[in-house]
């Protein structure tokens, strides 16, 4: 009896993972990719980040913190 119901839990996966429709392929238009998710399965974030500072004299080591945003799809 126990095989029987593992064998029936195994089927019932299996056609449920086949139904699944394929993920979709990377889209591209005017040479630029498009995202192919969903825009509310997006994780964003704001963040500060240490930069060289380029605006001073070379050499001098000084940094500066930089506020940045960023999206990427959520798992």
């Known amino acids: ?4 119901s593992v064998l029936v839990a195994i089927l019932i996966a ?15 238009e005017d040479g ?8 509310v399965d997006i994780a964003r974030e704001k963040l500060w980040v240490q ?3 380029t605006a001073t004299t070379p050499g001098t080591g000084s940094s500066r913190r930089q506020r940045t945003k960023t999206a990427t799809p959520a798992l």
């Open 51 to 53: 930069a060289q500072s």
């Open 32 to 39: 630029q990719a498009q995202p192919v998710y969903e825009p």
């Open 1 to 4: 009896m126990r095989k029987k």
């Open 14 to 28: 299996y056609s449920t993972a086949a139904a699944a429709p394929p993920p979709p392929g990377p889209v591209f």
